[in-house]
């Protein structure tokens, strides 16, 4: 019984960590701590130590109570895609690049995010570029990142 708990365990954190180890966590949350609900009513918004959650060993910050709730609800439909890296790098280069997170688009009730740093604004390039394509073309990459 006791092998069986500790296998158990020693299971469940590895698929944790598998999880997590593809997710931008550079400030220790999700999002760089901004609240992923927050976004799907147009706004980018830092979240707060008082409102947090955890979901498949990724730690979220929320602005309100409220959030908090609504993302442990339903809280697949909040995660940031490409593990809340840049949408428009994992499409163009495959690569996990950092992200500005005010810089955001809700696309058919999908959270991308995108670098916007100097001259460069990833989602206005997103944007021009045909996001239907991208999106394609980012989806192929990200599952060769997390079949590493």
């Known amino acids: 019984m006791k092998r069986t708990l500790i296998l158990?365990?020693?299971?469940?954190?590895?698929?944790?960590?598998?999880?997590?180890?593809?997710?931008n966590t550079k400030?220790?949350?999700?999002?760089?701590?901004?609240d992923v609900v927050a976004y799907f009513a147009g706004e980018s918004?830092?979240?707060?130590?008082?409102?947090?959650?955890?979901?498949?060993?990724v730690n979220y910050k929320f602005s309100s109570s409220e959030n908090l709730e609504t993302f442990e609800g339903d809280p697949?439909?909040?995660?940031?895609q490409y593990g809340g890296y840049c949408?428009?790098?994992?499409?163009?280069?495959?690569?996990k690049v950092n992200v500005?997170?005010?810089?955001?688009?809700?696309r058919e009730g999908k959270l991308y995010l995108f670098y916007n740093?100097?001259?460069?604004?990833?989602?206005?390039?997103?944007k021009k570029e045909k996001p239907e394509k991208l999106r394609s073309k980012a989806d192929k990459n990200?599952?060769?990142?997390v079949g590493e």
Request: charge should be positive; aromatic fraction near 16%; avoid cysteine.
């Open 27 to 34: 400030k220790g949350f999700a999002a760089l701590g901004y």
């Open 117 to 126: 740093s100097g001259n460069t604004n990833t989602l206005k390039l997103w």
């Open 8 to 23: 158990t365990f020693f299971f469940l954190g590895v698929l944790s960590y598998g999880q997590s180890k593809h997710v």
């Open 76 to 80: 697949a439909k909040y995660v940031p």
């Open 45 to 57: 918004v830092k979240g707060s130590k008082e409102h947090t959650a955890e979901y498949e060993g």
């Open 100 to 106: 500005d997170p005010a810089t955001f688009e809700i």
């Open 87 to 95: 949408a428009y790098a994992v499409a163009k280069s495959g690569k």
């Open 142 to 145: 990200w599952a060769k990142i």
